[in-house]
DNA sequence: GACGATAGCCCTT
DNA sequence: AAGGGCTATCGTC
């Protein structure tokens, strides 16, 4: 079967985002502006997108597949989308809300996150620091920046 | 077995 | 204070 890719441009990260799905979504990748980028918008997730840079939503509705991992891979991706706009947990609290106490398992886990941003894995840090994030730390720290400025107006 | 997007402790400067 | 080494921890590959 073939997916679907939509190509949305994210004023506050400074770059592209490409979200893949067919039923549910795939995946969502972080990509500079290639020769013949346009952007694309087809799935509701991308108008979603959009609306979260500018500050307005806080919820992502969308449905993602994570079928193909493991269960503990899945556990923790499942806690992380419990996790409030705004607020951020340390790798060991989300271990422990899953009955676990390998927080670095936690992070190998988010690691493999396929859909950043609608399953928030910035928004979880290390006790003391910001921890790590596939996109490059620039782009995480530059998310929760903008949870931080827009949490006041709900 | 080795390796992590960790964490805590115990040193040294 | 701030940084380095050592170790506990445990899911993945």
């Keep these: 079967m073939e997916n679907n890719l939509d190509i949305i441009y994210s004023k506050p990260l400074k ?3 490409e979200i893949e799905y067919n039923t549910k979504l795939i995946s969502l990748r972080f990509v500079g502006p290639g020769k013949h980028t346009r952007e ?3 799935h ?3 108008f979603e997108l959009d609306r979260y840079f500018e500050g307005e939503l806080i ?3 969308s449905d993602v597949d994570i079928s193909n991992f493991g269960p503990f891979t899945q556990k923790v991706l499942i806690e992380t989308r419990k996790i409030k706009y705004g607020e951020t947990i340390t790798y060991s609290e989300l271990a422990e809300k899953i009955g676990s106490r390998a927080a670095r398992a936690v992070g190998n886990a988010l690691g493999k996150n396929p859909i950043p941003i609608i399953i928030p894995c910035h928004r979880v840090v290390a006790k003391k620091g910001i921890g790590g994030y596939s996109g490059g ?7 929760l920046e903008l949870e931080k400025r827009n949490a006041n107006n709900l």
């Design 15 to 17: 770059c592209y985002i």
């Design 44 to 46: 509701d997730a991308a």
């Design 137 to 143: 730390i620039d782009i995480k720290t530059r998310l």
């Design 59 to 61: 919820d992502f509705a």
């Design 40 to 42: 694309k918008k087809a």
